[in-house]
């Protein structure tokens, strides 16, 4: 049974930082390209930055100008989102989804599987 499991979020106050982490089980990370995608209140879901199963990675705007950094973790299976320098508008449910040997030129709707979400609060 594939699950990704999110977690590291929580209330952070504005210019604080959290570690998000995404943990698989039930496959191999290092075989998919991996998103992070978060969905503010009232609002739609968006890409905020992604790894290919080779190492490549994309940044979308929601990343905000290097204040978000993607990385993986291949012997723990475990991709991380770091998040500095928070903001009020970065509050969100953020998600971890992954699709089997992908490029970076992906949608959403193109994703295999879906984690259940971390929420992040950041207070002003």
């Known amino acids: 049974q594939v699950q990704l499991v999110e977690s590291g979020g929580g209330l952070v106050q504005a210019g604080g930082s959290l570690r998000l982490s995404c943990a698989a089980s039930g496959l191999t990370l290092s075989s998919y390209t991996v998103g992070w995608i978060r969905q503010a209140p009232g609002k739609e879901r968006e890409f905020v930055a992604a790894?290919?199963?080779?190492?490549?990675?994309?940044y979308y705007p929601a990343s905000g100008k290097g204040r978000f950094t993607i990385s993986r973790d291949v012997a723990k299976n475990t991709v991380y989102l770091q998040m500095n320098s928070l903001k009020p508008e970065d509050t969100a449910v953020y998600y971890c989804?992954?699709?089997?040997?992908?490029?970076?030129?992906?949608?959403?709707?193109?994703?295999?599987?879906w984690g259940q979400g971390t929420a992040v609060t950041v207070s002003s």
């Open positions: 989804a992954a699709k089997y040997y992908s490029g970076l030129s992906l949608g959403l709707r193109d994703l295999d599987y």
């Open positions: 790894i290919t199963w080779n190492g490549s990675i994309r």
